[in-house]
């Protein structure tokens, strides 16, 4: 039995079958679009059917345009988190407005940082042009992965107060022990086929704990489960780290 084989299609088949599932994935899509559950966005206040992304059906909100990772942000917040940014300073790279809306508000003080243009600070992640100590809580949402995020761990613990937090959401894969990241892979078409995307440097497996942890943080999770996913359309099993600078010594006595 040896190099036995199922019957292939032939090439017109193939294309045609091509052709077929292409088309069959857009009126899955459209459909879904146009008559697949309602959710609730915790972010605007919208009930309806969300709206797809690419490949991903129902992710979107179609009144704010909030993704999965920001209304797990809001319910973080809306579940006890509001509490730590209360009063705080909270630093936020590569903003997103639907989070600044509601992040702003709490903080003490708040500002927006960046390496481009058009944001309250012009910052470098991996050499943030700021004094140790100086902020509460940095937000970074899907920005690590765009950069040496060892330099950039180490920035963010030392500019963060003690007891201080950093929220991050990364492309991750839980059933991977380790990152994928390779530095052979340094076109855009190698970080298109195997990061998802021109500009990642990495897909992060669950040792992304790890890093955090190695830079000095505690870490914990808030992780997208049911009912919630289903409810605010979170992507199942997503989570935002909690990541924790220890405090002061002495602190809290
Ligand atoms: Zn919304």
């Known amino acids: 039995?040896?190099?036995?084989?199922?019957?292939?299609?032939s090439q017109a088949e193939i294309d045609e079958k091509l052709d077929l599932r292409a088309r069959l994935a857009v009126e899955h899509l459209a459909r879904l679009a146009a008559e697949g559950p309602e959710r609730d966005c915790c972010l605007c206040g919208y009930r309806g059917r969300f709206s797809p992304v690419?490949?991903?059906?129902?992710?979107?909100c179609p009144s704010c345009d909030s993704r999965p990772r920001h209304r797990l942000f809001k319910l973080w917040l809306d579940r006890g988190g509001a509490a730590e940014i209360e009063g705080r300073r909270v630093l936020h790279f590569a903003s997103e407005p639907i989070l600044t809306a509601v992040v702003q508000p709490l903080a003490a003080r708040y500002a927006t940082a960046d390496i481009l243009p058009g944001h309250d600070l012009h910052l470098d992640m991996e050499a943030i042009d700021q004094p140790d100590a100086s902020w509460d809580v940095a937000i970074a949402n899907h920005v690590l992965e765009h950069l040496d995020d060892r330099k950039a761990l180490a920035e963010l613990h030392r500019v963060l107060a003690p007891g201080g937090l950093f929220l991050v959401t990364v492309p991750l894969v839980e059933g991977w022990a380790e990152t994928l990241e390779n530095p052979a892979w340094t076109s855009p078409?190698?970080?298109?086929?195997?990061?998802?995307?021109?500009?990642?440097l990495r897909f992060y497996g669950r040792d992304f704990r790890?890093?955090?942890?190695?830079?000095?943080?505690?870490?914990?999770?808030?992780?997208?489960v049911e009912p919630d996913v289903f409810r605010f359309g979170l992507q199942r099993g997503e989570t935002l780290f909690v990541a924790r600078k220890a405090a002061a010594p002495g602190a809290g006595r």
């Not at 078409?189 to 990642?200: F, G």
């Not at 790890?210 to 997208?224: K, M, S």
């Open 54 to 60: 690419r490949t991903k059906p129902g992710i979107w």
């Open 1 to 9: 039995m040896d190099g036995a084989q199922p019957r292939g299609r």
């Open 210 to 224: 790890d890093r955090l942890a190695q830079a000095g943080f505690a870490v914990e999770d808030f992780t997208a």
């Open 189 to 200: 078409e190698d970080r298109r086929a195997y990061y998802t995307d021109p500009l990642h």
